[in-house]
């Protein structure tokens, strides 16, 4: 007779790990991307980027990431992954158990918390926001309607 363990997953390792490697597997298809556009004009960020960051965009405040070679950059993307889907991990057991938010203690830190949250959140929108409203405008402006005039004497 087959005796099959069935073991219970914990979401605070399970999700931090699946996060880890969705984000491990995105980082390759972008360095496979970038070497397949290495002499292309101006191919512009891989799918695979614009997924990584939309799913884990505190990826994006990691200071010169982009600038280290691949399996660096690849590996401080995958850690600061797990990192950031442990705490949300933990913040959903809280939640689960007491009602609450993982957050700090302090009132001064809790204030900077919610503000650093914030203005992320308003940076990311402007960062969304205004390269629509500037290709809006280019695309009039090829169009035929001006909203821009350069006069040279």
Not at 18 to 39: D, G, K, S
Not at 65 to 73: A, E, N, Q, V
Not at 85 to 93: E, G, K, R, S
Request: aromatic share 12%; charged share 15%; hydrophobic share 55%.
């Amino acid at each position: 007779m087959l005796h099959v363990l069935c073991m219970r997953v914990k979401l605070k390792y399970a999700l931090p790990l699946a996060q880890m490697a969705l984000a491990a597997a995105l980082a390759r298809c972008h360095h496979v991307w970038e070497i397949a556009t290495r002499y292309d004009d101006m191919p512009g960020p891989s799918p695979a980027f614009r997924l990584l960051h939309s799913i884990d965009w505190p990826v994006l405040l990691v200071p010169g990431y982009r600038i280290m070679p691949f399996p660096w950059s690849g590996v401080t993307v995958v850690a600061v992954t797990g990192l950031l889907w442990y705490w949300v991990a933990l913040t959903l057991n809280e939640f689960r158990q007491r009602r609450q938010v993982l957050m700090f203690t302090r009132v001064p830190l809790r204030i900077a918390g919610d503000l650093f949250l914030i203005v992320s959140g308003v940076f990311l929108g402007l960062y969304c926001a205004v390269p629509g409203v500037i290709r809006a405008q280019l695309r009039s402006a090829q169009s035929g309607s001006t909203f821009c005039a350069v006069v040279a004497e």
